[in-house]
T-cell receptor, first 117, second 115 residues
Framework: GAVVSQHPSWVICKSGTSVKIECRSL??????MFWYRQFPKQSLMLMAT?????????EQGVEKDKFLINHASLTLSTLTVTSAHPEDSSFYIC?????????????FGPGTRLLVL | QKEVEQNSGPLSVPEGAIASLNCTYS??????FFWYRQYSGKSPELIMS????GDKEDGRFTAQLNKASQYVSLLIRDSQPSDSATYLC???????????????FGKGTKLSVKP
């Protein structure tokens, strides 16, 4: 299998606080993980590509200082939303690509719903 | 600008019918193609991957790829109400977002299977 977990699944926080979301590949190694955001009734939007041991690559329009990504191991990437505001409320989904084998297939985590009050 | 186009739907089919979902892509050098299913409020789950021209069957699902026409489709036979979801077409575009390329997703087609 190729299981990806995310934690937490739900988070509610006050405006101005920081929130950390973890993404783990449970049964495979993932050199590359991806972070997406999805607003209600809209399509997936790639925020950044996270590579183990190096800096993340951010998509145009995504603030790297606001969305901090750390990919410290082959099975874990974290996304920290710093100084969260209500407009950051969204569904954050990570995906992981196998280090070897599996082609370019991305396996998605279950997602994290963030609500900023 | 590399793009993946899908009809947003909704596509409505009766239970037991064949649902046909279509996708076109702009990058001629794309090599890998995927269909994901996303239920409302959930994250996408992989249904099919296809890499070569022709058909690939898995249970009630058949993916079809025509690289010359830059077209990929998904057929769902004997559609069930549980198939009601948004179906995302994804194309790997070499060089997009790194040396291995990233997936470019279409906006998805919403499928509704009526009992």
């Amino acid at each position: 299998g190729a299981v990806v977990s995310q934690h937490p699944s739900w988070v509610i926080c006050k405006s101005g606080t920081s929130v950390k979301i973890e993404c783990r590949s449970l049964d495979f190694q993932a050199t590359t993980m991806f972070w997406y955001r999805q607003f209600p009734k809209q399509s997936l939007m790639l925020m950044a590509t996270s590579n183990e041991g190096s800096k993340a690559t951010y998509e145009q329009g995504v603030e790297k200082d606001k969305f901090l990504i750390n990919h410290a191991s082959l099975t874990l990437s974290t996304l920290t939303v710093t100084s969260a505001h209500p407009e950051d409320s969204s569904f954050y989904i990570c995906s992981a690509r196998r280090t070897s084998g599996g082609g370019k297939t991305q396996y998605f985590g279950p997602g994290t719903r963030l609500l900023v009050l | 600008q590399k793009e993946v186009e899908q009809n947003s739907g909704p596509l409505s089919v009766p239970e037991g019918a064949i649902a046909s979902l279509n996708c076109t892509y702009s990058d001629r050098v794309s090599q890998s193609f995927f269909w994901y299913r996303q239920y409302s409020g959930k994250s996408p789950e992989l249904i099919m991957s296809i890499y070569s021209n022709g058909d690939k069957e898995d249970g009630r699902f058949t993916a079809q790829l025509n690289k010359a026409s830059q077209y990929v489709s998904l057929l769902i036979r004997d559609s069930q109400p549980s198939d009601s979801a948004t179906y995302l077409c994804a194309v790997n575009s070499p060089g997009y977002g790194g040396s291995q390329g990233n997936l470019i997703f279409g906006k998805g087609t919403k499928l509704s299977v009526k009992p």
